[in-house]
C-alpha cells in the first residue's frame, strides 16, 4: 500500500512547493515595484499638477503611512481571517491602489490612491512570510525567505526599467498603473494556494490541516509529526503584549528590534530610492542620465544583495554591519562634500555616482538584508510575533519620515548639509553595532532567549 500510495504523492509536494516559491516572487516583487515605482514619476506628476515639494513628498509617504496602518491590522486579519484571504485582499487592494493611482485628477486623490497602495503592501509584507514560514518544508524555509528578499530589490529594480521605458513621454499614469499587471498575477496564484496548516489547525479545522499537510508533504509520517509540533507550539500562545508589559527583557528585545529598523531607515536608503532621478538632477544631468543611474542604482542594489545573501552565514552580521556603516558613512559623506564643493566637469560627475552606488553597495550587502533577519532573531518565541509586528512597524514609519522630509531638507538645510546629515547618522551605527547588537551567527533560536532573558547585556546574547 505504501508503495502504491508514495507513487501520485511525489509530484504533489514538488508542484505545491513551486507554486509557494511563486508566491514569495511575487508578493517580494510588488513591495518592491511599489518602492521603486515612484521615484521617476514624481517630476510628471509635479508639472502636470503644479504642486510643490511638499506636496510631492506627501505622494511619496502616503504610500509607508499606509503600509504602517496595513502592517497593524494584518496581525488581527492574518489571525481571523487566515493567511490565504488576507493575501488574496492584498492583491485585490494592490490592482485597485494601483488603477486608481493611474486615473487620479487632483494631487489629493493620487495621495489617497498611494495610501490604498500601502495598506495592500502593508498587509501582504506581513502576511507572505509568515504564510511561507508554515507551508514551506523546513529544508527549504531559508532559500525561501532569501528570495523574498532578492525579490523586493529585483521588485525596485524593474519599476526603475519600466519608469525609465515610459519617461520619454513623460506619462507617469502608466508608469504608475502598470504595476497592476503583477498584481493580477500574483491574484491569480493566490488561488492555486492552500491555506496554511498551522492556521487552519489555530482554528481548530483538524481535518483541513490534516488534508493540506498531506498534499504539501506527501508522506504520512512527517504529517503526523508536524501536527503534533504545531499542537505543541499552539499550546505557546503568543501572549506578545502582557508579556511586554509584565517581562522587562522582552522590553529590551522588542526595543532592540525597534531601534534596529530605525538605524535601517536612518542610513539614508529610501532618500535614494524615492528621489535617485532628483539626486541625478542635482549632480547637474539631464532627464534622460538621470532614468538611467536610477535604473544602474537599481541593479546595483540587488546585486549587492546578492553578495549578502552569500557569505552572511559565513562571516556573521556584525562584520558585514561594520564594513556596511562604514562604506555608507563614507559614500554619503563624500556625495555631501562634492556637492558642496560644486560639481563642475564630467569626472566630478561620475565621481560622485560612484559615490552614491558605493553607498547603495553598503547598505544591500548589509542593513538591507541583515536587519530584518536580525529583528526575527532576538525575539523570545512567545513574544515572537508581537516583537516583529512592533519593529515591522517601526520600519514604515520611519520610511514615511524619511520620505516626507527629504525635498524639505534638500530645499531648507541644503544639499550637502542633508547627506552630511545622513552620513553623520551611518557613523553612528557603527557605534551602536559594537554597543547594542548581538552577533547571531551559528547560534540556535533558543540559546539567544535563554541569554536574553537571564539579563546578559544586549550585545551578548548571541554568546
Ligand atoms: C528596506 C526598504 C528599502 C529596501 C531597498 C529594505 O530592506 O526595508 O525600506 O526600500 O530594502 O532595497
Known amino acids: 500500500m505504501d508503495v502504491a500510495n508514495q507513487e501520485p504523492h511525489v509530484a504533489h509536494p514538488k508542484a505545491a512547493i513551486v507554486t509557494t516559491c511563486i508566491l514569495a516572487a511575487l508578493a517580494g516583487l510588488m513591495f518592491g515595484l511599489d518602492v521603486g515605482v515612484i521615484s521617476g514619476a514624481t517630476q510628471f506628476i509635479q508639472a502636470e499638477f503644479k504642486v510643490s515639494d511638499s506636496v510631492i513628498e506627501w505622494i511619496v509617504s502616503a504610500m509607508m503611512a499606509g503600509a504602517a496602518a496595513g502592517s497593524v491590522g494584518a496581525g488581527w486579519m492574518s489571525a481571523a481571517l487566515g493567511r490565504k484571504r488576507s493575501l488574496i485582499l492584498a492583491g485585490v487592494l494592490f490592482v485597485a491602489g494601483s488603477l486608481f493611482c493611474a486615473v487620479a485628477g487632483t494631487a489629493t486623490t493620487l495621495i489617497l490612491a498611494r495610501f490604498v497602495l ?20 523546513e529544508r527549504i524555509r531559508g532559500a525561501m525567505i532569501s528570495t523574498y528578499q532578492l525579490m523586493i530589490t529585483t521588485g525596485i529594480l524593474l519599476a526603475f526599467l519600466s519608469d525609465t521605458a515610459f519617461s520619454s513621454s513623460g506619462n507617469w499614469r502608466w508608469m504608475l498603473g502598470i504595476i497592476a499587471a503583477p498584481g493580477v498575477l500574483f491574484l491569480i496564484g493566490l488561488f492555486f494556494l492552500p491555506d496554511s496548516p498551522r492556521w487552519l489547525l489555530l482554528v481548530g479545522r483538524r481535518q483541513d490541516a490534516q488534508v493540506v499537510l498531506t498534499k504539501l508533504r506527501g508522506d504520512e509520517a512527517v504529517v503526523r509529526r508536524e501536527m503534533a509540533d504545531i499542537d505543541e507550539q499552539l499550546k505557546t500562545r503568543q501572549h506578545g503584549w502582557s508579556m511586554f508589559r509584565e517581562n522587562p527583557n522582552f522590553r529590551r528585545s522588542v526595543g532592540l528590534g525597534v531601534l534596529l529598523q530605525v538605524m535601517q531607515q536612518l542610513t539614508g536608503i529610501n532618500v535614494v530610492m524615492y528621489y535617485a532621478p532628483r539626486i541625478f538632477k542635482e549632480m547637474g544631468y539631464d532627464t534622460h542620465a538621470q532614468m538611467w543611474f536610477t535604473a544602474v542604482v537599481g541593479l546595483t542594489n540587488m546585486l549587492a544583495t546578492v553578495i549578502a545573501l552569500a557569505f552572511v552565514d559565513r562571516l556573521g552580521r556584525k562584520p558585514i554591519l561594520y564594513a556596511g556603516f562604514v562604506m555608507m558613512t563614507i559614500g554619503l559623506g563624500a556625495v555631501g562634500t562634492m556637492m558642496s564643493l560644486g560639481i563642475t566637469s564630467h569626472a566630478e560627475q561620475l565621481l560622485t555616482v560612484a559615490m552614491l552606488l558605493f553607498f547603495i553597495v553598503g547598505f544591500a550587502m548589509s542593513a538591507g538584508p541583515l536587519i530584518w533577519a536580525l529583528c526575527a532573531e532576538v525575539q523570545p518565541l512567545k513574544g515572537r510575533d508581537f ?32 547627506f552630511w546629515l545622513y552620513a553623520a547618522f551611518n557613523a553612528v551605527f557603527i557605534g551602536l553595532t559594537f554597543w547594542l547588537v548581538p552577533e547571531t551567527k551559528n547560534v540556535t533560536l533558543e540559546q539567544i532567549e535563554r541569554n536574553l532573558m537571564s539579563g546578559k547585556p544586549l550585545r551578548d546574547i548571541g554568546q
Open 118 to 137: 500601502g495598506l495592500a503592501i502593508g498587509i501582504a509584507a506581513f502576511t507572505a512570510p509568515l504564510y511561507l514560514a508554515e507551508v514551506a518544508p
Open 387 to 418: 516583537g516583529i509586528a512592533c519593529s515591522t512597524f517601526t520600519n514604515w514609519i520611519m520610511n514615511m519620515i524619511v520620505g516626507a522630509t527629504f525635498l524639505s531638507l534638500l530645499n531648507g538645510f541644503g544639499n550637502a548639509h542633508t
